[in-house]
């Protein structure tokens, strides 16, 4: 069976600084791929980083980076200089190759001016 | 705006009733996905279709059912409704037949309440 755990439902931020969601996963494959979508109060999905489990160096996309550690099956997400516009709600999903998403919960990130 | 257009935005109906929502992809792609968000159950993934044909199917009940036109539009059947089908329902377009390679881009959603 594959799940995505976000344990943490909401989390905070200073407007400037940075935080850092985390994520869990489960999966008997090697093969799979690890997402962090955001969706604003808008309810648009959009893709904020994608992460190949073949790869070991972390994705980073500006002020967005992950840490994936694949032998703890952690999947991190660390936003550096926080800005408003970053407030919505993150998931966590992992894909294998050929199957389906699986989504975690969400986080819900406040966004401190 | 990602490219991607829901129809209808509001649905209401009641329970045993059977409805379709409509998705057109953005222009190229040729990948849609379905998904269903709601209160209880979160995000799920239900289906995929790549070019025409069934490419992956997730959490996706019997009484649901999709396809994907010539023209690569999707509409997403929901029949036999239940006050549990009440939910946000996304559409996604990619380029091709993967999400590991290609950015999925989702439509605003169909909200659609059961009553």
């Known amino acids: 069976a594959q799940t995505v755990t976000q344990s943490q439902p909401e989390m905070s931020v200073q407007e400037a600084e940075t935080v850092t969601l985390s994520c869990t996963y489960d999966?008997?494959?090697?093969?799979?791929?690890l997402f962090w979508y955001k969706q604003p109060p808008s309810r648009q999905m959009i893709l904020v980083i994608r992460q190949e489990a073949y790869k070991q160096q972390n994705a980073t996309e500006n002020r967005f980076s992950v840490n994936f550690q694949k032998a703890a099956k952690s999947f991190s997400l660390k936003i550096s200089d926080s800005q408003l516009g970053d407030a919505a709600m993150y998931f966590c999903a992992l894909y294998r190759f050929g199957n389906q998403f699986y989504f975690g919960t969400g986080t819900s990130l406040t966004v401190i001016p | 705006d990602s490219g991607v257009t829901q129809t209808p935005k509001h649905l209401i109906t009641a329970t045993g009733q059977r409805v379709t929502l409509r998705c057109s992809p953005r222009s190229g792609d040729l990948s849609v996905y379905w998904y269903q968000q709601s209160l209880d159950q979160g995000l799920q993934f239900l289906i995929q279709y790549y070019n025409g044909e069934e490419r992956a199917k997730g959490n996706i009940l019997e009484r649901f059912s999709a396809q994907q036109f010539p023209d690569l539009h999707s509409e997403l059947n929901l029949s036999s409704l239940e006050l549990g089908d009440s939910a946000l329902y996304f559409c996604?377009?990619?380029?091709?037949?993967?999400?590991?390679?290609?950015?999925?881009?989702f439509g605003p959603g169909t909200r659609l309440t059961v009553l």
């Open positions: 996604a377009s990619s380029l091709g037949g993967g999400p590991s390679t290609d950015t999925q881009y």
């Open positions: 999966t008997s494959e090697s093969d799979y791929y």
